[in-house]
């Protein structure tokens, strides 16, 4: 049986501060949507309409010469990332369901923050490490902030090898101190990313912010 971990790192830190990062993540084939430009559109636009990073976006499109000038009736291909969005959509509504059986609000799903999850659970299996400080992106509130999201304070459960959504959401709820990130009353959105490896190693990444 593989052996399966869970980790966790809570920090609060009161720093509001933009930032961007270029990264390329791309999905799998086929599993994109082609989207015609119309006139007032840009690549932001487009990003936001269909939740995803315009640098996934220019990474699907190598046509652009110059990402930053599309005109009407261009064509862009954009990833979808179907799958994993399900998985981890399903890891919000269980963890939101646990929060309500405990008296506690949900937390907002922010899409953005989602993201910045899946680039960490890509990290770990790409680069053969289970920790909340990852080689690329440093710590979790380094990593936030870097992508550009704005937070009062940051927390994260990371975890490895559970097969589906309800068994890393019932390992964490198992762990006091996972458990105390889940149902904490200070954060207020969440975001969730999963990956998996060639050989089948699911890596999954909770981030909270207020």
């Not at 009161?14 to 086929?30: D, E, L, S, Y």
């Not at 949900?106 to 289970?130: C, I, Q, T």
Request: glycine content about 6%.
């Amino acid at each position: 049986m593989k052996r399966k971990k869970i980790l966790i790192y809570t920090t609060v830190c009161f720093i509001m501060f933009m930032a961007t990062i270029n990264v390329h993540c791309q999905p799998k084939n086929g599993d994109y949507d082609t989207y015609t430009v119309k006139r007032g559109d840009s690549l932001w636009k487009i990003a936001v309409k269909y939740q995803v990073g315009i640098s996934e976006i220019i990474a699907a499109n190598k046509q652009f010469k110059n990402p930053d000038l599309i005109y009407p009736g261009d064509k862009v291909y954009v990833p979808l990332f179907t799958n994993v969005k399900a998985i981890e959509k399903e890891v919000i509504n269980l963890t939101n369901r646990e929060r309500q059986n405990n008296g506690l609000k949900p937390l907002k799903y922010n899409w953005e923050l989602s993201r910045v999850a899946r680039y960490k659970s890509a990290d770990m299996r790409d680069r053969n490490y289970f920790s909340h400080t990852s080689p690329t992106y440093g710590s979790p509130i380094k990593m936030v902030r870097d992508f550009g999201i704005r937070y009062t304070a940051v927390g994260e459960n990371i975890a490895m090898g559970q097969r589906t959504a309800w068994e890393v959401v019932n390992g964490w709820m198992n762990s006091s101190s996972h458990r105390a990130n889940i149902l904490s009353k200070y954060y207020t959105e969440i975001g969730v990313g999963f990956a998996k490896s060639s050989s089948g190693k699911t890596y999954w990444t909770q981030l909270f912010i207020k």
